[in-house]
């Protein structure tokens, strides 16, 4: 994964930018002349025109590949919810985490400053998995195996005669890393937030 690009300053942020905690949207300031360049037209017409565009609408509403809402300020390519992070804490974390794991859902109660670690511990279940849980397979010599990864090594928690007893291991063994309650669910489809 590419570094993110490192954001804009919180007041600059703030000051073309509003943001609605209970939506996670962000919305378009009215901008001032003097964010213009005189060109074919002086700043005060490109600053009317910009204005009345854009001021008040949406904004960061293109939606990635990646499933992010990503937008542009100054010609460079942010995603939303690292804007939205920045505004609200003037922080700029390694990554910003969406506790439910909806991409699209920016709202201040669902996203969260962590490192890459803690991040990885509030995965979604791949989709091409085999297993319908997280960390359970079976048992080449029968019944079921149990395992986590931390830090990026296997660690073997054990084989079991029941999936039941399986699932409970490796829950046990989520909790004992310090893995995010919500770590394992059903992978999300990109919607509308």
């Not at 048992?139 to 090594?153: E, F, L």
């Not at 005669?161 to 004992?176: C, F, H, M, P, T």
Request: hydrophobic share 30%; with cysteine; glycine share 8%.
């Amino acid at each position: 994964m590419t570094k993110p690009a490192k954001l804009p300053e919180r007041e600059m942020l703030n000051s073309l930018l509003d943001y609605n905690e209970d939506t996670g949207l962000l919305y378009w300031k009215a901008r001032v002349a003097s964010l213009f360049e005189s060109g074919k037209h002086s700043a005060e017409h490109t600053c009317n025109r910009w204005n009345s565009k854009f001021a008040g609408k949406e904004a960061f509403t293109c939606v990635g590949t990646d499933g992010y809402r990503k937008g542009s300020i100054n010609n460079h390519l942010y995603r939303a919810h690292r804007i939205i992070w920045k505004m609200l804490t003037g922080e700029e974390p390694p990554e910003v985490d969406h506790i439910n794991g909806t991409r699209l859902d920016n709202r201040k109660v669902n996203l969260r400053g962590v490192t890459s670690t803690e991040n990885r511990r509030n995965a979604a279940r791949h989709r091409d998995t085999k297993s319908p849980h997280n960390g359970v397979r079976k048992a080449p010599q029968g019944g079921w195996q149990s395992y986590i990864t931390v830090d990026y090594k296997w660690i073997n928690l054990g084989c079991y005669s029941s999936l039941e007893e399986a699932v409970a291991a490796r829950k046990a063994g989520e909790l004992a890393f310090g893995f995010h309650p919500n770590h394992g669910r059903a992978a999300a489809l990109p919607k509308e937030a």
